[in-house]
Every structure is written in structure tokens, then in C-alpha cells.
């Protein structure tokens, strides 16, 4: 059993690098799966999945995504086999701004509850009247964000979030803004980089760029997303021509499974969430 990893940075050359050596891997025998995967947690859980022996003779070619290269496409175009980063949401969103139906979630794993941080400030009650909040630019996070801060009292917005399309969600969609904040969308693989600008009073930071920054979500946000009945579970997805396979159901078991659920729970201490029970 043997585990590749390369690392596909944004820039146009490093890509074309990358998928031409892992084009070289033995990925397309049956029994190697070559799968995109941000960094932090994913390629950790993969990782921790394949030094296990869980998947037996299977083995993971791990394309490590870094900046802002699409694993969507990657994966649509068959350049990799699967991909583990996003939530349903973001899938749906995606699918439907692509005009395209065939990528499946075969698995669902763990929640990055998002957070609200800041160098500036230590509480919610000291964000002050026309302040600066960074959130993600991309539709359903740009929707996620907003809910967050209502979550947190500093918006309302007009539609209960149960009820609410995420993927057609704006700052329209706030009915009120008492503090007058201004809402600030950034790239998500940008925003922590961002919480030293002298503008930004806070920012909304997903989980794997917030640990990857250095920071706990657990203990370092001022504002955290509520784990209970969340809908941003980061899913195990592959074109719909590939779910019955042999190596991706053994993967879907292995990144479900209660061993990998306490993996989890000892090495993230509440910053990464399984979704499935221990037990």
C-alpha cells in the first residue's frame, strides 16, 4: 500500500505540473484513487484513513489543493477521480452555475464550524457603529456569513435561514443593519490573511483557512457557527459514472466510520466536527 501527495498551487504552471506527474501515478488500475483535497483538515483525515490500513489495498493518490484552484473542475474534467473540500451547498451552487448534474456526494464527514475573528477586537459588544467585516466572496459562504452575523445580533435578515436559497442570497436579502456595518466579500482562501488591515475590524473565516492560519476556531473566534442540525457537513464527492466503485465505497466507509469520527474529536478538539458518532 502506498500513499502519493502532490501539491497543485493556483498559479497556472505549478497546476499543469501537478496533474501531469499525478497523471503518471498508477491512479485508473481500480485500486488507486486520485482525489483533490484541501489541505487542512482533509489531507490530514485522508491521510490518517490511508496510514491506517483501513482501505486495505486501495490506495489514495492525494492532489493537495492550494489558493484558489477549482476541485470542481478538476474533478468534472477527469483529472481526478474524487474531491473532499465543500459542503452540499456549495456543490448545488456549483453544479447549477456549470450547467452540469453528474458530481454525487457519496459520503458526508465532518463540519468546519465558520467563526468570526479579529486582532482588534475580543468581543462582539465592541464592534462599533459603520465597522468593516470581511466574509467569503463565493455565493453560498457570502449567504453562510450573513446568517452568522445574524446568528451573532448584528444583522436580520428578511428570510428565516431554514427557509432561505443560498446560492441566490445577497446583502439585499438583510433587513436590518443596526450597526450600519459594511460588508466586505474576499476570496475564503484570502480573509485570514486580511485580519492585520487596519479597515477590517473582524472577518468571517472558514475553519481549514482558520487553522491553517494558525489560529483555533474553538478557542480563538469571537462567534462561532452552531454545530447542531448544520447543513455544511464537507462531503466525499466523485462523478456520479464512479459512486459504486469498489475503491470509493471503501473510502466512504473508512471516512464515516467511528475510527475516523474519534480521529477526529482527539485531534481538533471541537475546531473540526464529526459528523457521524464515535459509538
Keep these: 500500500m502506498s500513499l502519493r501527495r502532490i501539491v497543485v498551487a493556483s498559479a497556472a504552471l505549478t497546476l499543469a505540473a501537478g496533474l501531469a506527474a499525478c497523471s503518471s501515478s498508477e491512479g485508473g488500475d481500480g485500486t488507486t484513487l486520485r482525489i483533490a483535497a484541501s489541505s487542512t483538515p482533509h489531507v490530514e483525515i485522508l491521510e490518517q ?11 489514495l493518490d492525494i492532489v493537495e489543493i492550494t489558493g484558489e484552484v477549482d476541485a470542481n473542475e478538476l474533478l468534472e474534467a477527469g483529472d481526478v477521480d474524487a474531491n473532499y473540500f465543500q459542503h452540499e451547498p456549495y456543490l448545488i451552487d456549483w453544479q447549477k452555475q456549470k450547467g452540469v448534474d453528474n458530481l454525487v456526494a457519496v459520503a ?95 472577518a468571517v473565516i472558514n475553519s481549514n483557512y482558520a487553522l491553517e492560519a494558525g489560529l483555533t476556531p474553538a478557542e480563538d473566534a469571537i462567534f462561532v457557527e452552531e454545530a447542531e442540525d448544520n447543513p455544511f457537513a464537507n462531503l466525499l464527492v466523485v462523478r456520479d459514472e464512479n459512486e459504486n ?27 473540526v466536527v464529526p459528523v457521524h458518532s464515535t459509538n
Design 49 to 59: 484513513i490511508e496510514n491506517s490500513g483501513a482501505l486495505g489495498d486501495y490506495d
Design 108 to 202: 458526508d464527514v465532518h463540519l468546519e464550524p465558520i467563526g468570526l475573528y479579529s486582532d482588534k477586537i475580543d468581543s462582539l459588544d465592541r464592534i462599533e457603529d459603520g465597522d468593516t467585516i470581511a466574509v467569503p466572496r463565493d455565493t453560498t459562504n457570502f449567504a453562510r456569513a450573513l446568517y452568522l452575523l445574524e446568528s451573532a445580533g448584528l444583522l436580520e435578515m428578511d428570510v428565516p435561514f431554514e427557509d432561505a436559497d443560498l446560492s441566490v442570497v445577497t446583502e439585499s436579502n438583510i433587513k436590518s443593519n443596526p450597526k450600519n456595518l459594511n460588508i466586505v466579500g474576499i476570496e475564503r482562501a484570502q480573509i485570514a490573511r486580511q485580519l492585520g488591515d487596519a479597515q477590517i475590524t473582524a
Design 245 to 271: 466503485d469498489a475503491v470509493v465505497v471503501a473510502l466512504a466507509e473508512a471516512l464515516e466510520s467511528p475510527e475516523t469520527a474519534a480521529w477526529i474529536e482527539e485531534n481538533y478538539s471541537g475546531s
